[in-house]
């Protein structure tokens, strides 16, 4: 029903700046909340961050908050985060993630239906 793209990982030295970019397509009108996760090798997923759909409301993680700002743009049908003051145990595959359910708790991976592929960002000391 929706579709998602990221973009944006890359390789930056501790200190350094990276915008991961998720595009979605097909049924956007109705989804109620994009976010973002990531997952370290042989570690469970963590969320970083969310905002719903209308943009009225934002989640950050402790470990980003401060750090990080999340964002969309609705008329590209696409959520930003900024990822600033990058750390090395910032290092993991980051994915976006959506769903349509106002009732999920946004910060529980096994709630969101839709995935995207992942984008690697790797921050080295």
């Known amino acids: 029903q929706v579709q998602l793209v990221e973009s944006g990982g890359g390789s930056v030295q501790a200190g350094g700046s990276l915008r991961l970019s998720c595009a979605a397509s097909g049924r956007v009108s109705s989804l109620y909340i994009m976010s973002w996760f990531r997952q370290a090798p042989g570690k469970e997923y963590e969320f970083v961050s969310a905002?719903?759909?209308?943009?009225?409301?934002?989640y950050y993680a402790d470990s980003v908050k401060g750090r990080f700002t999340i964002s969309r743009d609705n008329a590209k049908n696409t959520v930003y985060l900024q990822m600033n003051n990058l750390k090395p145990e910032d290092t993991a595959e980051y994915y976006c993630?959506?769903?349509?359910?106002?009732?999920?708790?946004?910060?529980?991976?096994?709630?969101?239906?839709?995935w995207g592929q992942g984008t690697q960002v790797t921050v080295s000391s």
């Open positions: 905002i719903t759909w209308s943009g009225t409301t934002t």
């Open positions: 993630a959506v769903d349509y359910d106002p009732d999920l708790d946004v910060r529980e991976v096994g709630e969101y239906d839709y």
